[in-house]
Structures are given as structure tokens and as C-alpha cells.
């Protein structure tokens, strides 16, 4: 092989490197438009999802007033889940007596407090309970070793 065919078969590569470079370079550019646009769509309808919703808590929100206006606020009221009663955080008033009317005062007792209670008085699974049954059970057990 001669020194000109060998030129020419070094030159033949790396025309054809280049041109696989500037395919791969091609794809490259073309995956990252895809990317781009499918990231530009995702947000765009993350947008139009938060338009929609807020919408619809504002209709909500206008029916519900307008009930109100017309005195059937019943119909519409729906239960409130960041209540406390839905997440046993308030103790439960069945069975107790109330003793407001007397001038006595009811006295606030956090849930760490009632565990700590739970633990002195040696109440099982107070680990588990919820502040109303934990509440029952100290006031229960309280009685019960007073008496």
C-alpha cells in the first residue's frame, strides 16, 4: 500500500468520524428539544391544573356564600377534616360531667401530658391510643386508683 492510499483511507475515516460526531451531536440536540418541550407541556398543564382547581374552589366557595346569603347553609357545609375531632385531639365528652355551670374550671392537659399520665398509672398500649381514648383511660384509671 502506498503512501497516497494510506493518506486517503486516513482521510476517508475521519471525514467519517466527523460525520458521526456531527450525527450523535444532531441526536444529542434533538433529544434535548424533545426534553425541553416535554417539560415545557408538563408545566403548562401543572398550570392549567392549578387554574382549574383554584376555579372550582371558587365556585365552590361563591355557591356556598350564596347559601349562606339564603339561610341553607346546611346543604352545602361540608365537614371541616382539619377539625380536631377528626384526629382524636380533643378528648371526648361522653360520659363526663360537665362542671362548667359550677364555676369549676376544665383544665387543658396536652397529649404529652396524658402519656406521661398513662405511664405513671401503667396504662396498656397507651402508646397507640388517641388523645380522647387516652383521656378516658387516664380518667378511668385515675378513678380507679383514687378509689
Known amino acids: 500500500m502506498g503512501l ?12 467519517a468520524r466527523l460525520a458521526e460526531e456531527k ?6 440536540l434533538a433529544a434535548e428539544e ?10 403548562r398543564l401543572r398550570k392549567e391544573e ?7 374552589e371558587a365556585a365552590r366557595l361563591e355557591a356556598e356564600r ?16 382539619f377539625a380536631p375531632e377528626f384526629h382524636g385531639t380533643q378528648p371526648s365528652s361522653e360520659g363526663v360531667e360537665d362542671t362548667t355551670e359550677q364555676g369549676d374550671a376544665v383544665e387543658e392537659v396536652s397529649f404529652n401530658e396524658l402519656r406521661a399520665r ?30
Not at 497516497?4 to 471525514?15: P, S
Open 4 to 15: 497516497t492510499t494510506f493518506n486517503r483511507m486516513r482521510r476517508a475515516r475521519a471525514v
Open 23 to 28: 450525527r450523535l451531536a444532531a441526536e444529542r
Open 34 to 43: 424533545a426534553a425541553r418541550v416535554a417539560e415545557e407541556e408538563a408545566e
Open 50 to 56: 392549578v387554574e382549574r382547581k383554584a376555579a372550582e
Open 66 to 81: 350564596q347559601v349562606r346569603a339564603e339561610g341553607k347553609s346546611e346543604d352545602v357545609q361540608q365537614p371541616d377534616f
Open 118 to 147: 398513662a405511664k405513671e398509672l401503667r396504662i396498656e398500649g397507651y402508646g397507640k391510643m388517641k388523645m380522647d381514648q387516652l383521656a378516658e383511660a387516664v380518667a378511668a384509671a385515675s378513678v380507679q386508683a383514687e378509689g
